[in-house]
């Protein structure tokens, strides 16, 4: 029995999906690293327990839709989704969030020094 064109098409769209979902958690984390100055440690620790939380998703996925079997084109849908979101609209959105940040932390901290 193979599988249907119908079952890897799914597949495919879901990988996607579980792609662009792993960049904006990333886009996330690296929004709260530059606009609030992390130390690099913390830095290191969050990414690796990013990736590893990664990998674990991506593992799930694969054995979710196709049990015990790892199809290439899963793998690939998750890094054409994460680069897609991320060279679409990823990189203008951290952008956009970060510099509303700096702002604000700069009018808070004029405001501290005022009084």
Known sequence: MGIEIGEQIAGFYHSLIV???L?????????????????IFWVNVVDVIFAFLASLISFGLTLTVYP??????????????????????????SRFIISKIIKI???IKSKIKSK
């Open 23 to 39: 960049f904006i958690i990333y886009d996330l984390i690296v929004i709260i690293r530059d606009g609030f100055k992390i130390p």
């Open 105 to 107: 932390r700069k009018h």
């Open 19 to 21: 792609g662009i979902v």
């Open 68 to 93: 015990g079997k790892v199809r290439v084109y899963i793998f690939a849908g998750i890094i054409i989704g994460g680069a897609a979101y991320n060279l679409l609209i990823g990189k203008y959105v």
